[in-house]
């Protein structure tokens, strides 16, 4: 064809604008009856982790290990539970609380409570030859801003804020230590009484009326993580149909 359009053109029938306007609206054609390929989309893999990591993770599994928290236990969104950490029923971790079971166990026993910008730890081993796991029992509060490292509190005890906690230290049931408190590694807070300062010296032995209300407070505070439980609704949209609800009644929401 083009040798044709040649020789014509040499006899002066085509000018070389016709011949480009002839190829281009060949190619036009051209283009316009070409099958348009397919996109290819590449599909996830089967087998690859689904984690999200544009934010915070409340749970961090390190190796084999996965925090375990029990069904009505109440974790905080911004909390942080990394590895070996055990979390039993009834008890809270809250706003800000990191609780890091990369080296060792923590345990937080029922209806305890590790309170706001807390941090609890455990090294690989105790100098003092004691467990060098972290294990608060049953009924105890941790006021926020402490710090607890392979340490072991007993049942019902009270830890005041900005307490620090050192390896191996002991704080044995129905005692409190007062705000502010430094534990040495290695030292024991017998049972019944009250402690404070730093480093911890003892102060008095502690009434039959405030033993009692040491397990109370512990309740008091399982009670008020009940209403933050049932607000934090991370895989349900049921309060969606609460707020059309209240609307449809002339609820301000």
């Known amino acids: 064809m083009a040798t044709s359009i040649a020789r014509f053109s040499r006899r002066g029938g085509l000018t070389p604008n016709l011949i480009r306007r002839f190829f281009a609206a060949e190619a036009a054609v051209a283009r316009n009856t070409e099958t348009p390929k397919p996109k290819l989309t590449p599909s ?31 974790v905080a969104p911004n909390a942080v539970l990394a590895g070996q950490v055990t979390v039993w029923d009834g008890s809270s971790v809250w706003n800000g609380a990191v609780l890091r079971g990369d080296l060792n166990k923590i345990t937080l026993g029922f209806c305890s409570n590790v309170q706001e910008r807390c941090v609890v730890h ?51 049931t129905r005692s409190i230590l007062e705000a502010g408190s430094v534990v040495p590694p290695g030292r024991r807070i017998p049972s019944g009484e009250l402690w404070g300062g730093n480093p911890a010296r003892f102060i008095r032995t502690l009434t039959n009326e405030e033993t009692l209300e040491i397990p109370k407070l512990a309740v008091a505070i399982n009670h008020l993580s009940g209403d933050y439980f049932s607000e934090f609704l991370p895989y349900s949209t049921v309060y969606l149909e609460v707020e059309k609800f209240k609307k449809s009644l002339g609820i301000a929401v």
């Open 122 to 172: 455990a090294a690989w081993s105790s100098p003092t030859g004691l467990p060098a796991e972290t294990l608060i029992d049953r009924y105890v509060t941790v006021g926020a801003y402490s710090l607890l490292r392979s340490c072991t509190i007993e049942p019902e005890c009270i830890i005041g804020q900005h307490s620090i906690l050192m390896e191996g230290s002991l704080v044995e």
């Open 44 to 74: 996830p893999s089967p087998d690859r982790a689904k984690w999200d990591y544009r934010g915070q993770r409340q749970i961090v599994p390190l190796g084999q290990w996965l925090p375990k928290v029990a069904v009505d236990a109440y």
